[in-house]
């Protein structure tokens, strides 16, 4: 092998063993930790950018571009205090990561009623959806924190993936003649960002079933990658839509 490869070889052996050393673990559960750090400057960098582009877009849509915003700031908020926790040596921030899906995942859910303008129906929907979300986290707490692989910890993780499934079927189903009759550049948009809840959500229910296998520190790898995914992307995708309908206008005036 060409010498200078193998010096920087060994050079990034080191690097990463001494960062290993510094988060006083192994290196898997160093990578964890600046995942973790990772993750706080994606959101932060997600909400600066959502909140500043509020203005860029039509009046309409400046409260979806709000709403993007302030699902990455409480992201960001909860992810600089899970990366304390799993740096402090106190284990998975699990009740954190739930106190942020409880409060973001319904305003992730709020932005398609607020980009159909569907008025006192999509408030129904909007509400519809909150309930079943938050019934999805509730439950998957409970059985995050029973005994693995126990009775009760099987029951409440079926009922959240049930809740789950209800929520894919509103956006799929109850709103799917709103989404197919929405100017096609929105229409576009929330097709895309139904996948992010039909596929992107089911890491999720993976990532739990992952603690049957002990896999605690790939699981929190994968969150931390989902979690930035579907809140960064998920606002992208929404305003690109948005600026698509912007520029669509313009031509047709």
């Not at 898997?28 to 930790?33: G, I, P």
Request: hydrophobic share 55%.
């Amino acid at each position: 092998m060409n010498p200078c490869l193998l010096a920087a070889a060994d050079g990034a052996g080191v690097t990463m063993d001494f960062l290993a050393a510094q988060a006083g673990g192994t290196l898997f559960q160093t990578l964890t930790l600046y995942l973790f750090f990772a993750g706080t400057v994606a959101m932060g960098a997600g909400a600066l950018y959502f909140f500043l582009l509020r203005d860029d877009v039509e009046p309409e849509y400046r409260s979806t571009m709000v709403v993007a915003g302030l699902v990455c700031a409480i992201a960001c908020f909860h992810y600089y205090k899970m990366t304390g926790v799993y740096q402090s040596g106190q284990g998975f921030p699990t009740a954190l990561r739930y106190v942020d899906w409880l409060f973001t995942t319904p305003l992730l859910l709020l932005k398609f009623p607020l980009l159909l303008r569907l008025g006192d129906r999509g408030a129904k929907f909007f509400w519809q959806l909150v309930v079943l979300d938050v019934a999805m986290i509730v439950t998957a707490f409970i059985a995050e924190t029973s005994v693995v692989d126990s009775q009760r910890w099987w029951t409440f993780f079926i009922i959240s993936c049930c809740f789950e499934l209800l929520i894919v079927g509103v956006l799929y189903v109850s709103l799917g003649q709103a989404i197919a009759n929405a100017p096609a550049p929105l229409a576009q948009a929330l097709g895309t960002m139904r996948l992010f809840v039909l596929i992107g959500w089911a890491i999720y229910p993976i990532g739990f079933l992952m603690a049957r296998a002990g896999a605690g520190e790939y699981r929190e790898v994968i969150y931390n990658v989902a979690d930035v995914i579907n809140k960064v992307g998920f606002g992208l995708v929404a305003y690109h839509g948005i600026k698509a309908m912007s520029h669509r206008g313009r031509s047709a005036a």
